[in-house]
């Protein structure tokens, strides 16, 4: 009964991978003989395991809470499921955390890493050759290790070289590094793939686009770092699904693919048109946190506020590689993507909730 073991399942990507792959128009674990999908998640604070409670029941989906730190356990998970394929999307994720502590970064995106590897190696060697040659290493990683841009800059592909800026991309680029090391010196059938900032639904309102959605129904400041001109390159988030489907069955071994949205935008732009969609959707006349005659738009809660430290300017992504080489391309457009997000996070106010009211961890510790 082979599987493919998902790592963070329960954060924003892994979650909305995994929702896809087991949905009724992917043929994804059909294509590749898995007969489920095992979900292993530490649920820090940013796993939430609401994100997958409709696949509950679901025999093709399964759940083990423990920590890419714990090799034997993995090891041993391994074997038993026989898992064929690695999908690991657990890190720490959220740049201002790592400027605050770098620590956990380092703990789990690089040893994190490391022992996912060591315990992937000992499976892969334990195969005969036919399995070897289908087993898959698929190591999810970000546009933030290339460093930044200016406005004239061509944009990011797979040959530019890496120049982490923050403690986050540091061990991101440290994590890149280890799986192309275990290509390279073990032979090991690993596939690394590079993205641009994604947005969809069951995103941590820590991250811009959640944030400013969250804080504009409840009436509050819509903070912008700095000038607001810094630059980013958005991706939906299924369009990343698709692309990690697609490296993991037509990617080369050893090979990276960078994948973004061909949507840049600077961050001020992006909370106007969020604000924008807000006013349509949800306007202010109509919404009870915002004080009656306070604000007349959305748009007047922005508030300039002191930059980030080192904070990178622009990220942009060319994904002609992985379009000519795996056939993927993205399907969202900006103005489709962000709509289809808004109106998720307008439908789904009691999942908005129970994160801001700290439901969602109380219940996670069996404290509710
Ligand atoms: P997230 O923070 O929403 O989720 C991370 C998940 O990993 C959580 O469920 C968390 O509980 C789990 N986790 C953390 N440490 C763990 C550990 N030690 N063991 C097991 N599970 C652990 O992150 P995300 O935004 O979904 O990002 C997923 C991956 O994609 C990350 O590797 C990130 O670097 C990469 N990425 C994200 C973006 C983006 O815009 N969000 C862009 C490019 C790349
Ligand atoms: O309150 C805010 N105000 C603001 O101006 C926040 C939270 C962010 N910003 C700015 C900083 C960035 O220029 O918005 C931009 C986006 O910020 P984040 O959502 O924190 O994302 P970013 O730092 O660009 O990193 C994201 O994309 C790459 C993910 O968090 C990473 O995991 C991924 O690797």
Redesign the pocket.
């Known amino acids: 009964m082979p599987s493919i073991l998902v790592t963070g399942g329960c954060g924003f990507i892994g979650s909305n991978f995994i929702r896809l792959a087991l949905s009724e128009d992917c043929s994804f674990l059909k294509d590749n003989g898995f007969d489920k999908i095992i979900n292993l998640d530490a649920l820090t604070y940013a796993g939430n395991p609401a994100n997958l409670s409709d696949l509950e029941g679901d025999s093709r989906y399964q759940f083990v809470h423990a920590n890419i730190l714990d090799q034997a356990l993995i090891e041993e998970l391994l074997q038993d499921e026989d898992v064929m394929a690695l999908a690991h999307f657990a890190?720490e994720?959220?740049?201002?955390r790592s400027i605050d502590g770098p620590e956990p970064f380092i703990e789990t995106n690089v040893t994190g890493t490391l022992r996912l590897l060591e315990a992937a190696k000992k499976r892969w060697l334990s195969l005969n050759e036919e399995k070897q040659a289908v087993f898959r290493f698929l190591h999810v990683?970000?546009?933030?290790v290339y460093g930044s841009l200016s406005k004239e800059d061509p944009a990011f592909c797979e040959t530019t070289p890496y120049a982490p800026n923050?403690p986050?991309?540091a061990s991101?680029a440290s994590s890149d590094f280890l799986v192309r090391a275990y290509h390279h010196t073990y032979g090991m059938p690993v596939v690394t793939t590079n993205?641009?900032?994604?947005y969809g639904p069951y995103q941590f309102p820590?991250?811009?686009?959640p944030?400013?959605i969250l804080n504009a129904l409840d009436g509050k400041a819509?903070?912008?770092?700095?000038d607001?001109k810094?630059?980013?390159d958005w991706l939906f988030v299924e369009d990343h699904a698709w692309g990690i489907m697609d490296a993991l069955q037509k990617g080369a071994l050893g090979e990276t693919y960078c994948i973004g949205g061909r949507s840049e935008m600077e961050?001020i732009q992006?909370?106007k048109r969020i604000c924008a969609l807000l006013d349509e959707l949800a306007p202010i006349s109509e919404n009870p946190n915002v004080e009656s005659g306070k604000i007349a738009k959305y748009e007047d809660l922005i508030k300039y506020?002191k930059d980030?430290p080192g904070?990178?300017r622009r990220?942009a992504i060319n994904c002609d590689y992985i379009e000519e080489k795996c056939g993927w391309s993205p399907r969202e457009t900006f103005d489709t993507g962000i709509k289809k997000t808004v109106e998720w996070y307008l439908a789904n106010k009691q999942w908005c909730k129970d994160i801001t009211d700290g439901n969602y961890a109380r219940e996670r510790l069996g404290n509710s």
């Open positions: 890190a994720s959220h740049v201002d990683s970000t546009d933030e923050s986050y991309s991101k993205c641009s900032n994604n820590e991250k811009l686009i944030l400013v819509l903070p912008i770092y700095g607001g810094n630059i980013r961050n992006i909370v506020v980030r904070h990178d990220y």
